[in-house]
């Protein structure tokens, strides 16, 4: 932030204040803090009665969640299998207890099994205390003769491992089913077929395939941190992290099954044959379509993705390579095929534990025959994917979030059943007739009800300003924030976290908010007018809630300032000029040099990335954030948390809902706090109070940040967060014996260099795209004064004489970056320097300056972090797409061919207009590895004299081995000369191929592509 911006805020937020505090008549001293009063006092309040912020401009769901059984509950169910032949249902208890009962409206649940008490097996496994949990049930496909099921148990250990695995703690086993009503498992009958190691993730659901043979699902077998630890996923010595296939009619080498001969890995060493694919993390749930036979499988994910893959004979599916398209452990030794990207990836935005499901072939629905229906246990969405050709065209969510599905079901006629982890109830489908979407959502602010005067942005009455401790870097734009609750309804401050109905279970909130309760936040540049700086209002974020969940709008301010419309669900990005930096003259400070600044107006799912259920939505409005007196209302005025408690706007809560007496000026000093970045305070206090504000809503557990292991939340003891001294996982850009955090070096810590670069890997990567000056200067100190005994940091002046010192080493290149960022460097120079490291620079240092390149209006280039809204939004002209395609430079002709002309190292692209979208073709030229094709996946060779090829494979037999490399040439290699063949992850297609385009051409080579139909 400039140090004309500050001043702006200091006096824009002082005005908002004062006029505040006189329209609601806020005191101006403390209650009395020796008078306790049990509840907050809303005679002291108006109430807000105009509100228009309720249900949501999205279409309404088609479907909602009915109980199919409404006499049947149980524990924690895991699957519902239908008895082949007959009209029951069996329903399984994760903790070891299987009921059955009639598929009927008033059906009630009969006993058919306690594994707890009824298994006459535990002894057989050394070691084994008794039964775990309970996994899967398959009848046999010949139950009507035979009688027998499968199921899959864990056994629990006398003693746990360190490592919580327990060999041979995972069980199938046949039993026979009695042929009595209700039908019981005959605990005489047990066979063990087949044992796997148990542990964390162990998978464990089974299915009967259309070829007659058992498929069994399994885990890595550990928990969720660290990741793999064994290696085990793309290790297939062992049988975890796979999808199993065995014939459990035959037996064979002593074992209680056999291994069918067409299996795809059968002969091959040191590959256990029963595999049938492999890379799978924790297969929740799997299914077979009873159309097509096609095989599907839920994979719950580690940190940033959940997966549903359509599992192909011998396919390997990435763990612990990758997760989806990120990589986990990339070092690996990959297994013995190539990595096939998921059918479907779903963002820790929207999913966090993915529950596998069914291809609907029910008549009820006919709507949606041919959809695969599946959700997610967390967030307790519901969605029918469909696909065309093997590309997902649409997953809508189809049901609200009620339901949290531990499995899905289906009975004889293939009609749908959700078994809902919470509750224990069976619920089903219904169209939803009654639901209407909610037209008059206001799609300008000022039709909103939040404010009196939306252009002087005067609040509403009953809506209230508010101040945080810490702000979110924001590209130097400002915040005003606001708190508007319906009626005279309140907020509560629990005094010890719980959990709340219908969020993630495991997980403690701190605060609750009533229904239709909207957080506002608005947000101005500095904007270069003719002859100064114009504030200017970019955009207005709402958080609303709706009694169920959190929803984020924004609306975009008009180039008048009169009023603020809302942006699409999509998203959008605006464009303004402003101040490369400043200086002081005359003592008042004038802006510096111009630059545009690209505005992004994210979509509404990018709003849950950080406001999510593990940051507790709100990151302003929590208590850390408001424990502070209003900004610049003086040393004696009163803290915003007692002002809210006796007021009335919030209520402080204790065990059984007992209300609390409100904060006092004594009990606020015993809350925590965050510390401002330009305030008093420690410099350890500062720096992670700012990694706390702005990072800590990803960089949590499950949040969905870079590391599950890597947590800012400031209340977190630095040695725990897994940033001290940590070597970084996800790259280390090439600093020298790299740290996350390296105690008395900011140079060698990734998280220095990811706050100072731009482009791909900068951090924060949404809501920031420009390096924050001063808190790297307090960050950079705060490094250093870890180190022992403590260093100290200065900031040294670069030495302009010596342009050459910026393109090594980041340690000489940060001081010119730093300059260039504060408007330091007198025109000239600064438009010269980052050109030439762009030349010169190393890769390290490039990224350090690219945001700061001149560049003239309309050429603007992608670079390392593009939008695909910039491109998407642009209307391009195929005939000059048609030209970049053929440009020598671009090489896209050398590996693809589009009709005569071109090579065949990829797909050929002729028709490829036919059957991908715009949007996903711009995905695959800005991501290229995230999804790559069998037959395009590349290997990695190299021969007995140490020499190393890539390319795809052409052909390889007894003789030779033939590959096609990124040139369209084809390399021959005799096969006795050949050291090892691995597959890569990564595609031909090198990443940052449109990063020096314009969006402008990228748009024109996109509309090129999209046409080849």
Not at 154 to 173: C, I, M, N, W
Not at 585 to 612: I, M
Not at 735 to 753: E, M
Not at 768 to 775: D, K, L, Y
């Amino acid at each position: 932030m400039s140090p004309r911006t500050f001043a702006r805020t200091a006096v824009a937020v002082t005005g908002f204040t004062a006029l505040a505090l006189i329209a609601l008549g806020w005191p101006t001293r403390a209650a009395d803090d020796k008078v306790a009063q049990p509840r907050g006092d809303s005679a002291k309040r108006k109430p807000w009665a105009v509100s228009k912020v309720t249900g949501s401009p999205e279409p309404p769901p088609k479907f909602r969640a009915v109980r199919a059984f409404p006499q049947v509950q149980v524990r924690h169910p895991v699957f519902f299998v239908p008895c082949p032949g007959t009209d029951r249902v069996f329903v399984g208890e994760q903790e070891g207890v299987l009921y059955s009962f009639a598929n009927a409206a008033d059906a009630k649940r009969e006993l058919a099994f306690d594994f707890g008490k009824e298994l006459k097996t535990v002894e057989k496994l050394s070691g084994a205390k008794g039964v775990g949990e309970l996994y899967g049930l398959a009848f046999h496909p010949e139950f009507a003769k035979n009688r027998h099921c499968y199921v899959c148990y864990t056994l629990s250990p006398q003693t746990p491992a360190k490592d919580g695995r327990f060999a041979d703690g995972s069980r199938v086993s046949r039993f026979k089913v009695t042929d009595t009503n209700p039908p019981r498992l005959d605990p005489a009958s047990e066979e063990i077929v087949l044992t796997f190691v148990g542990g964390g993730h162990n998978g464990g659901d089974l299915h009967f395939g259309p070829d007659g043979y058992l498929y069994i699902s399994t885990g890595d077998a550990a928990s969720p941190n660290p990741p793999d630890p064994l290696g085990t996923g793309q290790d297939c010595s062992d049988l975890l992290s796979s999808v199993l296939r065995i014939n459990v009619n035959k037996r064979d080498g002593g074992k209680n099954y056999a291994v069918p001969q067409d299996n795809p890995f059968v002969g091959l060493k040191d590959v256990r044959p029963e595999i049938w694919a492999f890379g799978f993390r924790n297969p929740w749930r799997i299914s077979f379509d009873r159309k097509t036979g096609d095989l599907w499988v839920g994979d719950v994910g580690w940190e940033l993705w959940e997966m549903v893959h359509k599992v192909e004979k011998a396919g390997n599916y990435g763990w612990s390579i990758t997760e989806a398209r990120q990589p986990v452990k990339p070092d690996q030794k990959i297994g013995p095929t190539p990595i096939r990207a998921p059918a479907i990836e779903l963002p820790h935005t929207i999913a966090a534990s993915v529950t596998g499901g069914y291809v609907y072939r029910g008549k009820k629905f006919p709507e949606l025959a041919g959809a695969y229906i599946f959700g997610d246990w967390e967030t307790r969405r519901v969605w029918a994917a469909r696909f065309d050709g093997g590309r997902l065209i649409e997953m809508p969510e189809i049901m609200k979030p009620t339901v949290r599905p531990s499995a899905f079901g289906q009975d004889a006629d293939g009609e749908l059943y959700i078994c809902d982890y919470d509750s224990g109830a069976i619920y089903t489908l219904e169209r939803n007739t009654s639901a209407v979407a909610n037209t008059q959502f206001p799609t300008r602010l000022s039709e909103t009800g939040l404010f009196a005067d939306v252009k002087k942005l005067e609040p509403a009455e009953g809506v209230i300003p508010f101040y945080v401790n810490g702000r979110q870097w924001q590209d130097g734009a400002t915040a005003d924030y606001l708190l508007a609750l319906p009626g005279l309804s309140t907020v509560s401050f629990f005094e010890k976290p719980r959990p709340l109905p219908g969020q993630v279970f495991w997980h403690n909130f701190a605060m609750r908010f009533p229904k239709d309760a909207v957080l506002v936040k608005t947000l101005t540049l500095d904007v270069l007018g003719e002859k100064n700086l114009v504030e200017t209002r970019a955009e207005t974020q709402l958080l609303h809630f709706d009694g169920e969940d959190w929803r984020g709008y924004t609306y975009a301010w008009r180039d008048d300032q009169s009023d603020a419309d809302l942006v699409s669900a999509e998203g959008g990005e605006k464009v303004f000029t402003v101040a490369t930096g400043g200086k002081t003259e005359k003592g008042a400070w004038a802006p510096v040099g111009k630059r545009e600044q690209v505005w992004t107006f994210h979509s509404r799912a990018q709003c849950l990335s950080c406001h999510n259920a593990w940051s507790e939505y709100s990151l302003a409005f929590n208590i850390r954030q408001l424990n502070r007196a209003p900004l610049f209302s003086g040393d004696k005025a009163t803290n915003q948390l007692v002002r809210l408690t006796t007021e009335g706007y919030a209520n402080r809560i204790g065990d059984n809902e007992h209300v609390l007496p409100p904060f006092s000026a004594a009990s606020v000093k015993k809350e925590p706090a965050l510390v401002p970045l330009r305030a008093d305070g420690t410099l350890d206090a500062k720096a992670r109070s700012y990694l706390h504000v702005n990072c800590a809503h990803c960089h949590r557990f499950g949040g969905g940040g870079g590391q599950v292991v890597l947590e800012l939340d400031a209340a977190k003891p630095l040695r725990e967060t897994g940033i001290f001294d940590v070597r970084p996982r996800q790259g280390d850009f090439g600093l020298p014996d790299a740290r996350i955090v390296a105690p008395g070096d900011p140079y060698r810590s990734v998280l220095f260099y990811r706050m100072a670069k731009f482009g791909r890997g900068r951090m924060p990567h949404l809501g920031s795209e420009f390096p924050h000056a001063h808190a790297l200067d307090v960050v950079g100190q705060w490094i250093a004064s870890l180190s022992s005994p403590p260093k100290d940091w200065t900031f040294p002046n670069p030495d302009l004489t010596r342009p050459e010192k910026a393109y090594v080493t980041f340690g000489e290149a940060w001081p010119f970056a730093r300059a260039l960022a504060l408007g330091k460097i007198d025109d000239k120079i600064a438009d010269d320097l980052p050109p030439l490291v762009a030349k010169h620079g190393t890769p390290l240092v490039r990224d350090l300056f690219e945001g700061h390149a001149p560049a003239a209006p309309g050429a603007r280039k992608l670079g390392a972090n593009p939008r695909p809204a910039s491109v998407l939004t642009l209307k391009g002209d195929p005939q000059k797409g048609a030209a970049l395609f053929a440009n020598k430079e671009m090489k896209c002709a050398n590996c693809h061919k589009i009709g005569s002309v071109g090579g065949a190292v990829g797909p050929d692209l002729t028709t490829i207009g036919k059957v991908r979208t715009r949007s996903e073709l711009l995905d695959s030229l800005l991501n290229p590895s995230a999804k790559v094709e069998p037959q395009f996946a590349t290997y990695n060779v190299r021969t007995k004299d140490e020499k190393t090829y890539t390319g795809v494979l052409v052909m390889r037999d007894e003789k030779q081995l033939v590959i096609r490399d990124a040139e369209n040439k084809e390399i021959a290699i005799a096969a006795d000369e050949v050291e090892s063949v691995r597959p890569s992850r990564l595609s031909l297609m090198p990443d940052g191929l449109l990063s020096a385009l314009t969006p402008q051409d990228a748009a024109d080579l996109l509309e090129y592509l999209a046409t080849r139909k």
